[in-house]
Every structure is written in structure tokens, then in C-alpha cells.
């Protein structure tokens, strides 16, 4: 669909039918609903598309109290009076607990993906819709362009991306809206008689965002308008979508992964890479094997490379060995391999109690299914190592040695290249039913078989990888924690 102009009337359902088709076969999705004209004007787009689409998804309202104005229960309340009209569920967000005194919008950010990521998995949810538009795919271009960001940056926001959920497979977030401009959505809201409310922080020059905002008019009248931005938002999406697709092949094609979570890269993928690429690579490697969030800096990615003689073409020498330690990622230089591990840190790496049948995501690396109502937990190989230990010092010597003794041996049975500081990271299962004896079990390593009801693999988020197996599991969109 052609970008809008600046100014326009309602959205017609005709291209209300156009940008609403990528909700077409999902069974249920969730609105992020502000009680903005623009997400407002979502809500009544999407509850009419619905009227007129057969098998349309069953739609559930989300709207969001952050408790940082007084104005918000009157807004939420008004979301809620807005999806009655509807005939749709609108379900109350709280944001609860002490607010940071600096960093506000940016901890509101990140509370407001926690909240509508654990609601939609609560609700089963298979997408959530958020009313992004063509004003603000613009802002943020701009705001990364002024920040030095790279291809994926400038890419802008995505109309199919992933959230990352904790203990949870990523959410798919859909941005249908991003051809139309906010005076459009404002028109429809107008033509439906539907109110909405205006953030008053929309306008407080305290926030970075709306002091850009304040100097789109003069850039557009040096020629940088709206349009020229989200058209450079788009070659970039286009451009990033052929380099992640090289990645991938060359992730699938040169890496593998133990059981236990040791990845081993060939250093063939590097080969006859670009600078560009090459960073691409290392990046993916790192938003899968470690602690996720946002891109490192360039800078220290750039001394991450350089430390393992990977900053140029080719492989750097193949008999040179090298370390270096990144957003949780322990990545040595083995010869003509990179050897990939999470680093269990200072703190560890929180245990999961899962009872099931259920299927989580632990530590974002490992998808773990428990088939029937049994009860089992999740936890790392070195937290395993030190309860153990601690028996030994409250007197429990005879279990404590057996179970060091199991431990040991899963060491001796280590493949060959597999470090022993890997070990820490690795995930162990440790069934709590009484049929199932009290042994751990460690994919890749113990010598027993799994629990029988008990299923534990790596998740790898690209095409081709183990994850392409595993049911449920949303492939091939970009990962926004992963945008740079």
C-alpha cells in the first residue's frame, strides 16, 4: 500500500481490509488500546473489520494504567466503554510498585512490553496489535539516524516483529497501521464519533522524542520530510531482510548446537563476510546464547571481534586461540571453530518450578515440555553443583556423593572441545514424582535417558536451526531486542 498523504480523510474499509490482512488466520489476537486517537482508531478499524471478515479472530482489548497521571482511570475507562460498543472483553493493566525517578519513559517502556507480553500469553493470545503509524515510523527513524544507528536501525518499526518474553516463546507483534498517517486516524475517530484522550507528555519538551517532533516542520522544508523517512525505513527493512537471510544460511549451515547448549560455529560463515555481515552474525549468536536485550554498542562489539580475530575477512588464523566475554556470551576461538556458551555470571541463573503439563522457555534458551500433570525443575548445571555441595556440609554425605559422583561422570562424558566452564550454563532436569527416582538429568551428557514425561531442547531463533522442529514457536520474524 502506498504511504497516505499528510492530511486525509477517514480510513475506508477498503484499505482497512488491505492493512487488517495480516490478522487473517490467527485465532486470537490482543489490541494495545492507550485511548490515543490512533489506537482508538484501531480499535473501532479492527472491530468493524471483523463484522465484515468471515473466520476473523477473537479479539481481546488491552489498555494500560502506568499510575503516573490522575487522568489515566478516566482513559482506561473510556477504552472500556469503546470495546463494549464493540462487543469486545477489554481487559485493565496496573503498572504497581515505586516508579524510577530517572529513566521514566524508557522503565515505562519496558513495563508496559512486560505487562501486554504476559497478558497476551495469559489469554492465549497468538498476536498483539499495536497502532503505530506513519508519523511515528518517522520520529523514530529520525531519532536513530541522529543516534548513528546502522541498516537495522534505520529499518525503523516492523509490521511483523517479536517482544521477548521471559520464560515464554517471543510474541508476535503486528503494526498494521504504519501507511497511515495520525490525521487519518484522527478523521475516522471524528467520522465514528468515538472520543479520545491526549498525553499531555505528547507534548512535554522534557522528553527527546517531542523535541524532534517540534523540528520535523523545518526539516521538511529542507527536504526531509515524513515521507523520505519511512521510505528510507523501508529500503533499510529491505536491505536488513537480505542480510538476516544470509545470516541465517550461513548460521544453519556452518553452526551446531550440543544438547547442552554448547553452539560451535565454523569459521567458514566468516569467510568472504563483509564488516556488516560479519557483525550481523555475532550479533544473532549473542541475542540467542545470552542474556538478550539490546545490541552492545558498536564499539564493543567492535573490540569483541578484534578480540577474536574476527574484525576482518576470513578466519584471522586458524591456530590462534582467543576469549572474550559479551551480554552473557563466553565465545572462544578453538582452532578453525568458535565455541559459544552462556556465561552463568556473578548471579547466576534462576531455576524454574514447572508443573505440568505446560511448555516454557528457560533462560531464553531452552524450550522444556512437561506432557502430564507431574512436577519438575529446571536449573543450571553449576547452582545443581552447589546444592550438592552444600548436602555434603549439612551432613547429607551419602546422597551428596552419589550425586557428585553423577556429576562427575557427566563431565568425563564431555565431547571432546566441549569446555569445562561451559558446564555451569547448562540446563538439568530434576523430576520431583517419586516414580522418577531422584537422578537429574542433563541433555547431551547424563548417561541415563530423560524423564519420561520431560522433554528439554535448545531453542535456535533462525530458519533451519533445531527450532524450525519445535511446535509453537514464532521463526523468522525480526527480534526487536535484536534491532540495532
Not at 511483523?160 to 520464560?167: F, G, L, T, V
Amino acid at each position: 500500500m502506498a504511504a497516505p498523504p499528510e492530511a486525509g480523510g477517514p480510513v475506508s474499509d477498503r484499505e482497512a481490509d488491505i492493512a487488517f490482512a495480516c490478522l487473517s488466520g490467527l485465532s486470537r489476537i490482543a489490541l494495545a488500546v492507550s485511548g490515543g486517537p490512533d489506537s482508538m482508531a484501531m480499535l473501532h478499524l479492527v472491530a468493524r473489520w471483523r463484522d465484515r471478515t468471515p473466520d476473523a479472530p477473537d479479539c481481546l482489548v488491552l489498555t494500560l494504567d502506568h499510575g503516573l497521571r490522575p487522568e489515566a482511570r478516566a482513559e482506561t475507562r473510556m477504552v472500556e466503554r469503546a470495546a463494549a460498543r464493540h462487543g469486545l472483553t477489554c481487559r485493565v493493566l496496573h503498572w504497581e510498585g515505586e516508579k524510577p525517578r530517572s529513566g521514566l519513559q524508557a522503565a515505562a517502556r519496558g513495563a508496559r512490553q512486560r505487562l501486554l507480553g504476559a497478558a497476551c500469553l495469559e489469554a492465549r493470545a497468538e498476536a498483539l496489535v499495536l497502532a503505530h503509524h506513519f508519523d511515528d515510523q518517522a520520529e523514530t527513524v529520525l531519532m536513530r539516524l541522529r543516534r548513528g544507528s546502522g541498516i537495522f536501525g534505520l529499518a525503523g518499526m516492523r509490521r511483523e516483529s517479536a517482544w521477548p518474553r521471559q520464560d515464554a516463546r517471543p510474541l508476535t507483534v503486528l503494526r498494521p497501521l504504519l501507511d497511515f498517517g495520525k490525521a487519518r486516524l484522527e478523521a475516522t475517530c471524528q467520522a465514528a464519533d468515538l472520543a479520545f484522550a491526549r498525553d499531555p507528555s505528547n507534548s512535554d519538551p522534557t522528553y527527546a522524542r517531542v523535541r524532534l517532533r517540534a523540528e520535523l516542520p523545518e526539516l521538511a522544508g529542507l527536504g526531509l520530510t515524513a515521507q523520505r523517512l519511512c521510505d528510507l525505513a523501508r529500503d533499510c527493512a529491505n536491505a536488513a531482510d537480505t542480510i538476516d537471510a544470509e545470516v541465517e544460511r550461513r548460521l544453519a549451515a556452518h553452526g551446531t548446537c550440543h544438547p547442552a547448549g554448547l553452539f560451535t560455529l565454523d569459521l567458514e560463515a566468516f569467510e568472504a563476510a563483509s564488516a556488516l555481515l560479519r557483525e550481523r552474525l555475532v550479533v544473532r549468536v549473542l541475542a540467542a546464547f545470552g542474556t538478550g536485550g539490546y545490541v552492545p554498542r558498536r564499539d564493543r562489539l567492535a573490540r569483541f571481534l578484534d578480540r577474536l580475530g574476527l574484525a576482518g575477512a576470513g578466519r584471522g588464523g586458524d591456530a590462534e586461540r582467543a576469549q572474550a566475554t559479551l551480554s552473557g556470551v563466553v565465545a572462544r576461538r578453538d582452532g578453525a571453530r568458535l565455541l559459544v556458551w552462556r556465561e552463568a555470571g556473578r548471579g547466576g541463573i534462576g531455576s524454574r518450578m514447572l508443573n505440568g503439563p505446560c511448555e516454557i522457555l528457560w533462560d531464553g534458551r531452552f524450550v522444556v515440555r512437561v506432557e502430564d500433570a507431574v512436577s519438575v525443575e529446571v536449573v543450571a548445571r553449576g547452582e545443581l553443583a552447589a546444592r550438592i555441595d552444600g548436602q555434603g556440609a549439612a551432613g547429607q554425605a551419602a546422597s551428596g556423593q552419589a550425586a557428585r559422583d553423577r556429576l562427575a561422570e557427566e563431565d568425563r562424558r564431555r565431547p571432546k572441545g566441549f569446555p569445562r566452564a561451559a558446564l555451569a550454563a547448562c540446563p538439568c532436569l530434576v523430576p520431583l514424582w517419586k516414580e522418577a527416582g531422584d537422578a537429574s538429568y542433563c541433555p547431551g551428557l547424563s548417561t541415563g535417558p530423560a524423564p519420561a514425561k520431560v522433554s528439554i531442547r535448545p531453542l535456535l531463533p533462525w530458519s533451519g536451526g533445531q527450532a524450525a522442529e519445535l511446535s509453537g514457536i514464532s521463526l523468522g520474524k525480526t527480534p526487536e531486542s535484536v534491532e540495532t
